[in-house]
């Protein structure tokens, strides 16, 4: 094992662990991991800068897909953008009530933006709520999804067994 492993390893599972909590940069991490991990190893030319190039984007895929499955669940089920922000604000209370409250904080958070900003009755808070709470779950699921796959690559790579495109 080689520093450059250890350390994209360790930036790698902040950011598996930063897929959850929203306050921690997860994309950020691993590309700041795998541009670490070339560096340290000797940054050696054309199949470096094809895999940090590789890097950028699939660590912006990502990031894009989080957000787009967000609003998509949004909107699909009725829900504002005042929705989205209450769940993400939800989702950092929720922090606070582990285990639980990543799953009710957003949940919570979007109802009351809809409640009380948007002014929507009950029962259609509740199913935008709904919605943008799928929306964030399958987000969060895709950028784990994402990002393991992306670690695993990189990994292989750093180990020495794998080259630049594969």
Do not use: C, H
Not at 95 to 120: Q, S
Not at 149 to 165: D, E, K, S, V, Y
């Amino acid at each position: 094992m080689t520093l450059a492993f250890i350390v994209f390893l360790v930036l790698w599972l902040l950011a598996l662990v930063g897929t959850f909590i929203p306050v921690i940069p997860a994309t950020a991490l691993l590309l700041v991991g795998g541009a670490a991990g070339v560096f340290i190893k000797g940054y050696s030319g054309t199949g470096d800068a094809i895999f940090l190039a590789v890097l950028v984007v699939l660590t912006l895929v990502s990031s894009f897909a989080d957000n787009i499955a967000t609003a998509w669940g949004a909107g699909r089920y009725g829900g504002s953008k005042q929705a989205m922000w209450g769940a993400i604000a939800g989702s950092l209370i929720g922090l606070l009530l582990p285990p639980l409250g990543i799953l009710i904080g957003p949940l919570l958070g979007a109802f009351a933006a809809e409640l009380l900003l948007v002014r929507k009755p009950v029962d259609e808070a509740a199913r935008s709520a709904f919605g943008t709470l799928v929306g964030l779950l399958t987000g969060m699921a895709a950028k784990f999804v994402l990002n393991l796959l992306i670690g695993l690559w990189a990994l292989w790579r750093f180990w020495g067994q794998g080259p630049a495109l594969f």
